[in-house]
T-cell receptor, first 116, second 114 residues
Framework: AQKITQTQPGMFVQEKEAVTLDCTYD???????LFWYKQPSSGEMIFLIY??????QNATEGRYSLNFQKARKSANLVISASQLGDSAMYFC?????????????FGSGTRLLVRP | DGGITQSPKYLFRKEGQNVTLSCEQN?????MYWYRQDPGQGLRLIYY???????QKGDIAEGYSVSREKKESFPLTVTSAQKNPTAFYLC?????????????FGPGTRLTVL
């Protein structure tokens, strides 16, 4: 069974609008972390935001926020005020356990295209 | 500047040849990882190492080998046993022990088997 599911292969958003990228996860470990990465066409992976399973508040980093719904096992990425440079692949990933050296499991990604 | 370097950027291999992909980091990170990415797909873990002289298999280790003799280096060898090695390979590293440390990634190596 897939542990990280991203159901949107591709998304469009108009420049300056907000967009939500979906991510659901499956784990029986009470301690876990959730990550979002951006991958532009150049290929490098850029870390965006992190949410720990015990964090009481949703994580925010500038224009990025994570809508964490623990009971539903979802960790959706919200990008506000989209910019043309946001066009890229976005990956959700999960780490089971709290040590940062533990391995990550990645979803299949969502390709976001921002329209001018 | 601190970071992760991978070389070469592009690599072409004939069938039946072993090739080694380089990954070096100067971030003083304990843990290092190798991922494979096929077109339009997510990253899959090949091998990872949480400490020098120790490494573990990931989900798709068959046909690959690694070594971790130095903290800053984690080379990946793609052997002739790997049936379909054409892919984009990403190396990553992170510090261990803390919860909030993300993995940092190198720029990747694109391997093509001719």
């Amino acid at each position: 069974a897939q542990k990280i599911t991203q159901t949107q292969p591709g998304m469009f958003v108009q420049e300056k609008e907000a967009v939500t990228l979906d991510c659901t996860y499956d784990t029986s470990d009470p301690s876990y972390g959730l990550f979002w990465y951006k991958q532009p066409s150049s290929g490098e992976m850029i870390f965006l935001i992190y949410q720990g399973s015990y964090d009481q508040q949703n994580a925010t980093e500038g224009r990025y926020s994570l809508n964490f719904q623990k009971a539903r096992k979802s960790a959706n990425l919200v990008i506000s005020a989209s910019q043309l440079g946001d066009s890229a692949m976005y990956f959700c990933a999960m780490r089971e356990g709290m040590d940062s050296s533990y391995k990550l499991i990645f979803g299949s990604g969502t390709r976001l295209l921002v329209r001018p | 500047d601190g970071g992760i370097t991978q070389s070469p950027k592009y690599l072409f291999r004939k069938e039946g040849q072993n090739v080694t992909l380089s990954c070096e980091q100067n971030l003083n990170h304990d843990a290092m990882y190798w991922y494979r990415q096929d077109p339009g797909q997510g990253l899959r873990l090949i091998y990872y190492s949480q400490i020098v002289n120790d490494f573990q298999k990931g989900d798709i280790a068959e046909g690959y080998s690694v070594s971790r003799e130095k903290k800053e280096s984690f080379p990946l060898t793609v052997t002739s046993a790997q049936k379909n090695p054409t892919a984009f390979y990403l190396c990553a590293s992170t510090t261990s022990g803390g919860e909030y440390n993300e993995q940092f990634f190198g720029p990747g190596t694109r391997l093509t088997v001719l």
